[in-house]
Structure formats: structure tokens, C-alpha cells
């Protein structure tokens, strides 16, 4: 069964961290593009990291750029989102997606409407 499950959210404080999981079942994670999205209340669901398929990688936001890495460990079949230096404008529920595959070829977005495979998120609040 092909599935997708975060973990490691929570409650923290600005400027603190946290690392994100996404433990991907049934996929050959190198054949999609991966990718983190937050959702907020009364926004739009934005795209905050994602790994380019074959080939792996790294694409931020802006607003993640400098502060967020995102990873993979083939491994475990797992996806990463370290997140450091973290703001409240970062508060939101957090979701792994995978688009694809792709037999082949360097691909990214960070638009969510490309995205397939979606996990259950995990929520994340930053405040002190």
C-alpha cells in the first residue's frame, strides 16, 4: 500500500527547530518530486521545500530559504524537513506530497496542484 505519514510537530518556540518526517511506503522516492506544504487558516496552502525527481535536489520558498533543509534517507524511505530559526508566521499544519513518477527526468514545483500523494499532517505552532 502506498502511503504517507508525518510525524514530529509541535509546539516551539521562536527561534527554535524542529525536524519533520514523512515515512513513505510503497514509493521509489527518487522517481517523484517531494515536497513540504503548509496550510494555514484563511491562506492558501504554500509550498515551502521540495526535491527535484531523479536527482534529488533542493528547492525552498523564500520564506524558507537559509532557515529550512529539506532531505531524504533511501534507506528508511523517509523525507526530512529540518526547520531552524523558526517564526511565527511559520505556525501551520505541515504535509509531505509526492508528484509522479517520473520515468526519468529532472523535475520540481512548488505548486500544490501538481502533487498526487498526500500525507495526514502534522502541526506545527510557533509562539512563545
Known amino acids: 500500500q502506498q502511503q504517507l505519514v508525518e510525524s514530529g510537530g509541535g509546539l516551539v518556540q521562536p527561534g527554535g527547530s524542529l525536524r519533520l518526517s514523512c515515512d513513505a511506503s510503497?514509493?521509489?522516492?527518487?522517481?517523484?518530486?517531494i515536497g513540504w506544504f503548509r496550510q494555514t487558516p484563511g491562506k492558501e496552502r504554500k509550498g515551502v521545500a521540495c526535491?527535484?525527481?531523479?536527482?534529488?535536489?533542493?528547492h525552498y520558498a523564500a520564506s524558507a530559504q537559509g532557515r529550512f533543509t529539506i532531505s531524504r534517507d533511501d534507506a528508511k524511505n523517509t523525507v526530512y524537513l529540518q526547520m531552524n530559526s523558526l517564526k511565527p508566521e511559520d505556525t501551520g499544519v505541515y504535509y509531505c506530497?509526492?508528484?509522479?513518477?517520473?520515468?526519468?527526468?529532472?523535475?520540481?514545483?512548488?505548486?500544490?496542484?501538481?502533487?498526487?500523494?498526500w500525507g495526514q499532517g502534522t502541526q506545527v505552532t510557533v509562539s512563545s
Open positions: 526535491l527535484s525527481s531523479n536527482g534529488g535536489d533542493p
Open positions: 510503497g514509493f521509489t522516492l527518487d522517481s517523484y518530486i
Open positions: 506530497a509526492l508528484d509522479g513518477p517520473y520515468d526519468g527526468g529532472t523535475y520540481f514545483t512548488l505548486d500544490d496542484r501538481w502533487y498526487d500523494y
